[in-house]
Nanobody, 118 residues
Framework: QVQLVEAGGVLVEVGESLKLSCAAS????????MAWFRQAPGKEKEREFL??????????YYSGSVKGRFTISRDNVVNTVYLQMNGLKPDDTAVYYC?????????WGQGTQVTVSS
């Protein structure tokens, strides 16, 4: 069983940067493909995909809404995946979740709140 714990969500102002982290335990981290999602206020049934990174960390994929502003990375030594977010906008306000995928299972963290104030 893989456990994921996100951290780093805070209140920031428009244009600022923020880096989220997600620490994994309970599995072999270097075997996990990792991703970040978010859920905006009022969209409880919609979890938006943001970015993914493969187990080795040499392949990444981004949604169009964040490509060029957000960067996903991982450190397999400390079992952590990161999401660097630059140029934050009010529309980026959401609960951010990391996910781990090891076929056929998908694991979720509990989320961390990011609020962008205008």
């Amino acid at each position: 069983q893989v456990q994921l714990v996100e951290a780093g969500g805070v209140l920031v102002e428009v244009g600022e940067s923020l880096k989220l982290s997600c620490a994994a335990s309970g599995g072999t981290f270097s075997e996990l493909n990792m991703a970040w999602f978010r859920q905006a206020p009022g969209k409880e049934k919609e979890r938006e995909f943001l970015a993914a990174i493969n187990s080795g960390g040499d392949d990444t994929y981004y949604s169009g809404s964040v490509k060029g502003r957000f960067t996903i990375s991982r450190d397999n030594v400390v079992n952590t995946v990161y999401l660097q977010m630059n140029g934050l906008k009010p529309d980026d306000t959401a609960v951010y979740y990391c996910a781990a995928f090891l076929s056929p299972k998908l694991y979720w963290g509990q989320g961390t709140q990011v609020t962008v104030s205008s």
